[in-house]
């Protein structure tokens, strides 16, 4: 875990340096120790670099981590409750949640709160996704853990398909704006938005991992962790209800991202074993290592054009995912 925080720092500021335009480090440092009050020196670099260093790049990394540390959470403890290792945070219909409610303010309700509405009405439509697939299971008996992802897979696909009705209806001249953030994107990150993940990630993911012994438990079987004491019904939809929070918060600033939560922690329990005390916050650490140099990748590959970093993500998950089904 040391080592992966010490990778994370360097590659957060090698993520900052590279891109169309090159920073040198030695500016890099410069520009972040000014801004952060740390140097009273008078800056040797252009303002145009400082506005790249401090109000594109550097917002854009931190999301980077934010997202990935949170998707690579909530598949770890999916995997956990369901026991099953082909499950990741968009598993339960949230992305599709939040696609719905992105392109009904992209195509349909305007701008009406500014550069805020897309992220508000993504989180939202997440929300409401997820207290639609908890009362459709809870209205069909549905807790058990194979029951409650086919829940969340049907109500994904009547989402999807709402979704796609507004994309029909919408205007076509728009279109492309609403197929980059499906493909995922971090072009949203401003540092006034950066508290509202860092809100919902801190708490949650916290939760979870104090959760640790309940959820090692539930690896072995419900009848095991019942006999243990766990109220496992409940226990499973508070898990199901804490990813669902920051997946849904994730999905409304970074578009649908795929495969993070897959990936990650099977690469976590193969380097310190299923221990959850470890699998969580290692999780986080990778998961943003992982989605910060993909974020780097869909930056430089194509400069100065951005690749969503979906694609990205899903052509190492989709890889990863074919080598996973044969094991």
Known sequence: MLVGLVVLVASLFFAISVGAIS??????????????????????????R???VWEIRFPRALLAVMVGAGLAIVGATLQAVTRNPLADPHLLGISAGGAFGAILALLHTGLFLGLLTVPVMAFLGALTATLT????ARWAGATSA???????????????????????LGDPKAAH????????GLGLAQWSYLIYPLAILLPCSTWLWLQAARLNAMTIGDETASSLGIAVARFRLGVFA????????????????????????????????????????LSAILGGLFLLWADVVARTAMAPEDIPVGVVTGLLGGVFFILLLKR
């Open 23 to 48: 920073v040198p480090a030695k500016t890099v440092w410069g520009v972040l120790l000014h801004e952060t009050g740390l140097s009273s020196g008078e800056p040797t670099w252009s303002k145009g």
């Open 50 to 52: 400082a506005a790249i």
């Open 133 to 136: 697939v908890l009362s459709v």
């Open 146 to 168: 194979d029951r409650l992802v086919l829940t969340g897979v049907a109500v994904s696909f009547v989402i999807m398909a709402g979704a796609n009705i507004l994309i029909f």
């Open 177 to 184: 704006t609403v197929v980059f953030w499906m493909l995922g």
């Open 242 to 281: 804490a990813g669902a929070l920051i997946t849904g918060v994730m999905v409304a600033f970074s578009g649908m991202i795929g495969f993070v939560g897959l990936m990650v922690p099977h690469i976590v329990r193969f380097l310190v074993g299923g221990d959850y005390r470890r699998v969580v916050p």
